[in-house]
T-cell receptor, first 113, second 111 residues
Framework: GQNIDQPTEMTATEGAIVQINCTYQTSGFNGLFWYQQHAGEAPTFLSYNVLDGLEEKGRFSSFLSRSKGYSYLLLKELQMKDSASYLCAVRVPGNQAGTALIFGKGTTLSVSS | EPEVTQTPSHQVTQMGQEVILRCVPISNHLYFYWYRQILGQKVEFLVSFYNNEISEKSEIFDDQFSVERPDGSNFTLKIRSTKLEDSAMYFC?????????FGPGTRLTVL
């Protein structure tokens, strides 16, 4: 089976730093993705990790430990517009390179002033 | 910036009717996907399509569902006989093999 766990909700204030954790148990692993989803909108790509370590991209960083089945998304200098749902998704190996993403339930982040 | 487009944005149908949801993937992408998201729930994989055939499908993608790439640009999802529980947001996505780019979605409401 496939299982991806994230906290349901988190709150933070403008300017702060927040870390959203994700743990996964999947039948194979071929990369981990973080997406942002505002209410009623499509997921938009934030980051991708396939090797262990930290990937930094502006205010957003993502970390992966494959041996622990663990990732986190770090958001710095929070802004009100960062209020959204953050989705952790694992790509599992399949027949072709373009394989399915298995999503977690998402973490709803509320940023207050 | 190229983007995935979907039509219609909202579709209302009666139970038992057929619906076709349409997508235009990003033009140089090779892999196409359909996902759905029931209100308040997680995004769920339905099917992936590569080289003019289905490469993977989930258990949700039963005989009521089909996909087609009728020409060089469109990618469609057909639900033959809709059920109440098919009410959801349906997202099309495409990729060149890395990150998947999602369209804005079609909200399907089955009455």
């Amino acid at each position: 089976g496939q299982n991806i766990d994230q906290p349901t909700e988190m709150t933070a204030t403008e300017g702060a730093i927040v870390q959203i954790n994700c743990t996964y148990q999947t039948s194979g692993f071929n990369g981990l993705f973080w997406y942002q989803q505002h209410a009623g909108e499509a997921p938009t790509f934030l980051s991708y990790n396939v090797l262990d370590g930290l990937e930094e991209k502006g205010r957003f960083s993502s970390f992966l430990s494959r041996s622990k089945g663990y990732s986190y998304l770090l958001l710095k200098e929070l802004q009100m517009k960062d209020s959204a749902s953050y989705l952790c998704a694992v790509r599992v190996p399949g027949n072709q390179a373009g394989t399915a993403l298995i999503f977690g339930k998402g973490t709803t982040l509320s940023v207050s002033s | 910036e190229p983007e995935v487009t979907q039509t219609p944005s909202h579709q209302v149908t009666q139970m038992g009717q057929e619906v076709i949801l349409r997508c235009v993937p990003i033009s140089n992408h090779l892999y196409f996907y359909w996902y759905r998201q029931i209100l308040g729930q997680k995004v769920e994989f339905l099917v992936s399509f590569y080289n003019n055939e289905i490469s993977e499908k989930s258990e949700i993608f039963d005989d009521q569902f089909s996909v087609e790439r009728p020409d060089g640009s469109n990618f469609t999802l057909k639900i033959r006989s809709t059920k109440l529980e098919d009410s959801a947001m349906y997202f099309c996505a495409s990729s060149v093999g890395g990150e998947q780019f999602f369209g804005p979605g079609t909200r399907l409401t089955v009455l």
